[in-house]
Nanobody, 116 residues
């Protein structure tokens, strides 16, 4: 029933920007924290940013001051604005919804590639 669909990935040059979107259906969106994870080849999936149901945010140190997470509950959508992109940001980015401390639902992922 629950579906999370990401969009906005692509290929950009170092220093460029991308905006990822994730639209949810089949759940009470406003009741969930939303997060973005990423996974590069050969590496563990890592938390990038999280936003609570009340709007509090958390960022990984590696992306703080470059990335911004936001949500629009009326659209059941969470965004990740990514600026000043670096090659090390290259990964598949996944949207997730979580009621407690661990993710309950995952999107399919969207590829972000930053060329040097």
């Amino acid at each position: 029933q629950v579906q999370l669909v990401e969009s906005g990935g692509g290929l950009v040059q170092t220093g460029g920007s991308l905006r990822l979107s994730c639209t949810a259906s089949g759940l009470i969106f406003s009741s969930y924290s939303m997060a973005w994870y990423r996974q590069a080849p050969g590496k563990q999936r890592e938390l990038v940013a999280r936003i609570s149901s009340r709007g509090s945010t958390f960022y990984a140190d590696s992306v703080r001051e470059r990335f911004t997470i936001s949500r629009v509950n009326a659209k059941s959508t969470v965004y990740l604005q990514m600026n000043s992109l670096k090659p090390e940001d290259t990964a598949v980015y996944y949207c997730c919804a979580m009621w407690a401390a661990t993710p309950d639902y995952w999107g399919q992922g969207t590829q972000v590639t930053v060329s040097s």
